[in-house]
């Protein structure tokens, strides 16, 4: 594969990966809970978008990884491969770790919890850190590597 069409393909991903981050996040899951009364309802389509865009973060950011091995086959190990791997680790601990945990609260009806309310906050926590290193890469372009 060209290296013209390695950019461009990670240029997409990037985009689907990282607007999906932000636009979930920042726009979508606000508007659900400033609008829905059943804040219960809010957080169960919330979590139900956060997930998709989990899966989305695993696939688009697995190919991500392998498209900058194949363009920068002399140096491996580079910045970009560590914020991508970083963001993968973010989105495993939060998907398979804390996803299932938050749940388990919530099933047990402790959603007001402090418990809860700390799993939140990591939760949160490591989805901002995960949106700005996803930014940070659409800052820097490609010809940063």
């Known amino acids: 594969m060209s290296d013209s069409r390695l950019l461009a393909g990670e240029r997409i991903l990037l985009t689907l990966w990282v607007g999906g981050l932000w636009a979930i996040g920042y726009i979508v899951a606000p508007a659900l809970f400033a609008n829905l009364e059943d804040r219960a309802l809010a957080g169960s389509l919330a979590g139900v978008m956060f997930e998709i865009i ?17 363009r920068n086959s002399r140096r491996r190990f580079n910045w970009r491969a560590l914020v991508l791997l970083l963001m993968l680790l973010l989105i495993a601990v939060g998907e398979f770790y804390l996803a299932p945990m938050i749940a388990g609260l919530r099933t047990q009806g402790l959603a007001d919890s402090v418990q809860f309310g700390r799993l939140h906050g990591v939760a949160a926590s490591g989805y901002l850190l995960t949106s700005l290193l996803g930014l940070a890469l659409v800052i820097a372009g490609p010809e940063s590597d």
């Open 54 to 70: 989990a899966y989305v973060g695993l696939l688009c950011g697995g190919l991500l990884l392998v498209f900058n091995q194949v």
